[in-house]
């Protein structure tokens, strides 16, 4: 199975930051990657997918980027609707589909 | 609007059985794989099971299959996910997804559900 590793673990950030999350294959997954967002008691929603392709109606403030084996996501401006947990998928192949542990971000 | 609505969620005692459905509305079900990705209390998420769109196709996470089978009703709109031989370990939040292909295997998930709680424990 491909890992998938999520740095930092937690991260803590006030409103306006410029926030990035870095995530690390244990093989390449070109890009194919996403990222999603999970707020307490929510389902997960995806924001990011293709490492870079904002999905539609995500905010323009987050971006994603890399290719390989490392990828990040980054929030440019956090804003008060931004405090969540973000988990990184890669779907390169089938090896199962696998998810990084999370990064959960708090004030 | 997409929504997926899980149901079946319960107590079940070690050794048990559990069937999941989920409910789909505001799109073509039967145009899309769907899946299970499940969460345990207070952890990450793992992809589960996936079936294609006509049922005929279906995959598996290693650690679980055996024990799992996934399925769909394309004339009721409805996925389902029976699990025999229940463990406290697989205590978890089980939500329905809809799958978007990426790569040429792979799939990542555009819309979710709620969840079904699963709660195994004597």
């Known amino acids: 199975d491909i890992q998938m590793t999520q740095s930092p673990s937690t991260l803590s950030a006030s409103v306006g930051d410029r926030v990035t999350i870095t995530c690390r294959a244990s093989?390449?997954?070109?890009?194919?990657l996403a990222w999603y967002q999970q707020k307490p008691g929510k389902a997960p929603k995806l924001l990011i997918y293709k490492a870079s392709s904002l999905e539609s109606g995500v905010p323009s403030r987050f971006s994603g980027s890399g290719s390989g084996a490392e990828f990040t996501l980054t929030i440019s401006g956090l804003q008060p609707d931004d405090f969540a947990t973000y988990y990184c998928?890669?779907?390169?192949?089938?090896?199962?589909?696998?998810f990084g542990q999370g990064t959960k971000v708090e004030i | 609007e997409v929504q997926l609505v899980e149901s079946g969620g319960d107590l079940v005692q070690p050794g048990g059985s559990l069937r999941l459905s989920c409910s789909a509305s505001g799109f073509t079900f039967s145009g899309f794989w769907m899946s299970w990705v499940r969460q345990a209390p207070g952890k990450g998420l793992e992809w589960v099971a996936i079936?294609?769109?006509?049922?005929?196709?279906?995959k598996y996470v290693d650690s679980l299959k055996g024990r799992l089978s996934i399925s769909r009703d394309n004339a009721k709109n409805v996925l389902f996910l029976e699990m025999n031989s229940l463990r406290v370990e697989d205590t978890a939040l089980y939500y329905c997804?809809?799958?978007?292909?990426?790569?040429?295997?792979?799939?990542?998930?555009?819309?979710w559900g709620q969840g079904a709680l699963v709660t195994v424990s004597s």
């Open positions: 079936v294609n769109q006509d049922g005929t196709e279906k």
């Open positions: 093989q390449s997954v070109s890009t194919w």
């Open positions: 997804a809809r799958g978007r292909k990426g790569s040429m295997r792979g799939y990542y998930f555009d819309f």
């Open positions: 998928q890669q779907y390169n192949t089938f090896s199962p589909w696998t």
